[in-house]
């Protein structure tokens, strides 16, 4: 009996895992499989053997969070088959909305609903941890804000990121041990750009396995049915599936809901994301990579449009300034004017760096996600009587 439910709750791991990894590799290497730096099976190679890294170090930490700290008794194998599925049930619930999954939120839901079924929640780590699901998307709002407004034109006139017809590498045969070299239209620049770009998706990937491998196989390994190593395994598998198959249609197209945003606009944003994610997730915080990408791009957005009127006047809202055009759209070889000055007669539409009701729908889904998640799966522990 317990192994077969057992057997049910690794189905299970897998197919939460599956669904992660369809979106988490469309976050972490879209911009990159768009520009055509590599193709999506390479992408998805990588992402899995950087989502192991990530969940293998870091993880550990959140793992630790899920499987002992939200709630005070282990959560049993029968009832973590069930949280399981409530994880799931909300990943496909998102997926029905067209939102990036809230994983990391709708795992805490869950746990948190059979602590209330079974009157043993730690409200302090709750608490601790709601609090950083308020701080996150203000904190990436305001990078963004800041690097959109401050640092991103400057950036935009100096580095482009393009991608050459040709291959990126030759050999050249010309002596007796064949040397790597440029390609035929290869640029040094382009190259720089390509090794930075795919050092980024790395980082992101590893961003993603830090705070998604515990999602997926944590309320196993709170019961003692499953070790932590292979656990991990198994998540990172399935993670990987789903990188090789879902998530090739993700990778076309990551990013055209909320904002066409150029190449180096990602970077930024993936960055970002990635940095806040992993040092939380290093102090065992479950935090959603989503939640910290989409705020920056919206930060980021709004931050270069508010670069024609003071801070004052931007944060305040109290001028009746046109916001001129130029935005993360603008040519890199366009002059960067100082703070204040308008920089085209062209009003900006904010539909021209972000999409709003997308933004409407993202954050009613971080709070909808986890508060169903709670709701549904107190009352199936209540109903059920499982502990």
Known sequence: MVETV?????????????????????????????????????????????VFLGGWTVGRNVMDTLAGDIISIEISLAAGVAVLFFIGLGILIANVFGVPVPTSMTTVGAIAGLGLATGTVNYETITWIISWWVVTPVLG???????????YPELNRRFEI?????????????????????????????LGGTIVVLIIGCYMAFSAGASNVPNAVAPLVSSGALEADPAI?????A????????ARRTMESVGSELSDIPLLAALVVMITASTITTALSWAGIPISLVM?????????????????????????????AELSMGALTAEPDAPVT???????????????????????KYVSMWIIGPAMSTLLAYGFFTAAGIS
């Open 6 to 50: 057992l057997l049910v709750g690794i189905v299970a791991s897998v197919f939460v895992g599956f669904n992660i990894g369809g979106s988490s590799t469309g976050i972490a290497w879209g911009p990159a499989v768009g520009a055509g730096l590599l193709s999506k099976v390479a992408a998805a190679g990588l992402m899995t053997f950087f």
């Open 141 to 151: 709002l305001w990078i963004g804000a800041v690097v959109g407004r401050y640092i």
């Open 162 to 190: 393009s991608s050459s017809e040709g291959s990126l590498l030759a050999l050249e045969r010309g002596g007796s041990i064949p040397r790597p070299a440029l390609g035929p239209n290869t640029t040094y620049q382009e």
């Open 233 to 237: 395994i198994i998540a990172t598998v």
């Open 239 to 246: 993670i990987g599936l789903g990188g090789f198959t879902i």
């Open 292 to 320: 910290a990408s989409v705020m920056t791009i919206v930060g980021l957005g709004w931050g270069r449009a508010t670069r024609p009127i003071t801070a004052r006047e931007a944060i305040r809202g109290d001028t009746d």
């Open 338 to 360: 100082k703070i204040g000055e308008a920089e085209s007669d062209e009003a900006l539409d904010a539909g021209d760096l972000f999409n709003p009701r997308a933004i409407v």
